[in-house]
């Protein structure tokens, strides 16, 4: 059941440049989506989101984009710090169908000074 | 800033004995949740509580697990009889006013890693 895939495993970015994290969804019926970021032993700490009524959101050094027909969303660090290294979870859920949220494996970030 | 709080933070169990996984949500949120990342897998959903009933749950929790709110502020997990492959950090999320009709942010405590032996 793969419903929520982040096919990168890792991502590493120079501090001050772009991080680009990526995630791709199977379910149509998913309609609202979230970005968590997680540090070890700790729990998910929520990012950022967006509705599937709009394309873009954005939150400081944080935007995150969704592209409905290609059922893909986006989290872009602009610029990216050593703080931002994480892992980064894609989830999404089914307003109207369920109560939760359905996870990606993640993408551990690591920004290099 | 309001936080879910876990305890403890690492239980090492013995299979087949039972063992408790408490929560205290963020106080003005109606919606609970427990969720478990078995080591190198996905976070999986495995119940929803609200207004003292399980509101929704995955094929995951089965008969062995049970949730609680036994007051104002905890939300219990218990496993009654535990199995190797329940090894895995639990966590416990709370928000609002629920996902089913909202596009409500579920925050999530620090979790309890569970060791069974």
């Not at chain 1, 989506?33 to 950022?48: H, V």
């Not at chain 2, 207004?51 to 997990?77: A, C, H, Y």
């Not at chain 2, 218990?78 to 925050?107: H, N």
Request: net charge negative; charged share 20%.
């Amino acid at each position: 059941d793969q419903q929520v895939k982040q096919n990168s495993p890792s991502l590493s970015v120079q501090e001050g440049r772009i991080s680009i994290l990526n995630c791709d969804y199977t379910n149509s019926m998913f309609d609202y989506f979230l970005w968590y970021k997680k540090y070890p032993a700790e729990g998910p700490t929520f990012l950022i989101s967006i509705s599937s009524i709009k394309d873009k959101n954005e939150d400081g050094r944080f935007t995150v984009f969704l592209n409905k027909s290609a059922k893909h969303l986006s989290l872009h660090i602009v610029p990216s710090q050593p703080g931002d290294s994480a892992v980064y979870f894609c989830a999404a859920s089914e307003k109207g169908g369920s109560e939760k949220l359905v996870f990606g494996k993640g993408t551990k970030l690591t920004v290099n000074p | 800033e309001p936080e879910v709080t876990q305890t403890p933070s690492h239980q090492v169990t013995q299979m087949g004995q039972e063992v408790i996984l408490r929560c205290v949500p963020i106080s003005n949120h109606l919606y609970f949740y427990w969720y478990r990342q078995i080591l190198g897998q996905k976070v999986e959903f495995l119940v929803s509580f609200y207004n003292n009933e399980i509101s929704e749950k995955s094929e995951i929790f089965d008969d062995q697990f049970s949730v609680e709110r036994p007051d104002g502020s905890n939300f219990t997990l218990k496993i009654r009889s535990t199995k190797l492959e329940d090894s895995a950090m639990y966590f416990c999320a709370s928000s609002e006013v629920g996902q089913r009709f909202s596009t409500d942010t579920q925050y999530f405590g620090p979790g309890t890693r569970l060791t069974v032996l």
